[in-house]
């Protein structure tokens, strides 16, 4: 899961899990450099409809209404398009299908997530979703995905840290708070140029419209400092020297 960022000037949001660093010509790394344009000629060409990326996936396994082959399949032929992707708005994007399942290398996962996104653009929904919940009972006990084959897959078995984590207290020089961390509206601020600021102190807040606040969550500075720079889509604060 997750998605690659070019460095790491890239600010840490609240949504922020965890950050990988692999080397460029990493196996994951390549896959997740590969633009739509290739995930569409190499699946509408190479796809044999094996349907091995539907067998694996964890989230058809537990019953709900996925089957990424079918999503392939709607690459190469338009007449049943919408019902073959309807499915995908069931996909977690785990990957499994195009890192590990496939045969051929193809991105499965890239189709999936390109009809979800359209479909939520077109605010398209199931209404009637089938669910088979008895066929986790039938497939999960057998279907698993080895965690270490996985890793020797995806070429993450290289590296082996045993620990213990080092727990270490970064300071930053200067810090660059996104206003749209969340889902809902991004949030308007509410300080100047120049003003100082405190760590925890509401830097922007939710947008008002008629007396009722937006849906979204308020951001607040995660230092103390100056504030360098106000943008429609950030805050930049300088950090207060000691
Ligand atoms: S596993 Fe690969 S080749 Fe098989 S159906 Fe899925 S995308 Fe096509
Ligand atoms: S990325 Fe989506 S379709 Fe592929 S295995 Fe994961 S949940 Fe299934």
Redesign the pocket.
Known sequence: MGYLVPGLDVPVTKTTGGLIVLPEDHFIVRRKSWDWNKTLRVGHSACDQCSR?TEL????MLGHP?E?HRAMRSLGFNTNREADVAGTQF???????SYYSCPEDLD??GV?HQNKMRLMAEKKRWSDPLFAPSRADILTTYRKTPTQRLMQRTGLDGFVNHGPLLKKQYQPNEVKIPLRQHIGAPCVPVVNLGDSVVRGQAIATRPVTDGKAALGADVHASINGTVTEVAAEYIKIAATKN
């Open positions: 990326c996936c964890p989230r058809y996925i990424p996909c977690s994007e785990c990957n499994l299908c499965p996962c999936t």
